[in-house]
Nanobody, 125 residues
Framework: QVQLVESGGGLVQHGNSLRLSCAAS????????MGWFRQAPGKAREFVAR????????AYAGSVKGRFTISRDSVKNTVYLQMNSLQPDDTAVYYC??????????????????WGQGTQVTVSS
């Protein structure tokens, strides 16, 4: 069993920054990649960013590329999402996810087998 716990969400004004953290515990030895997704009210969950655990290869959604940075700390079993230049459209619940195996589409939620409880990010205009 894997447990993922997110932290760092909150309310910020547009243009400001936040850093989200996701700590993994439990059976984390099988860890191919970790990712961040977000879900706004009335919308589907969407891919934000992903990082492969062994070699740190990253991928981003077009809407956040250049503003968000995903990173990981292998010793702490933690993944981070640095979010800069936040905009009201970034308002959503942000979820951390773990993929034990490589999938055909790393941006699809179906490729991840463990999820955190989510943390709210609200960006005011």
């Amino acid at each position: 069993q894997v447990q993922l716990v997110e932290s760092g969400g909150g309310l910020v004004q547009h243009g400001n920054s936040l850093r989200l953290s996701c700590a993994a515990s439990g059976r984390t030895f099988s860890k191919y990649a970790m990712g961040w997704f977000r879900q706004a009210p009335g919308k589907a969950r969407e891919f934000v960013a992903r990082i492969t655990w062994s070699d740190g290869i990253t991928a981003y959604a077009g809407s956040v590329k250049g503003r968000f940075t995903i990173s990981r700390d292998s010793v702490k079993n933690t993944v981070y999402l640095q979010m800069n230049s936040l905009q009201p459209d970034d308002t959503a619940v942000y979820y951390c996810a773990l993929a034990s195996y490589r999938s055909l589409d790393p941006s699809s939620p179906s490729g991840y087998n463990a999820w955190g409880q989510g943390t709210q990010v609200t960006v005011s205009s």
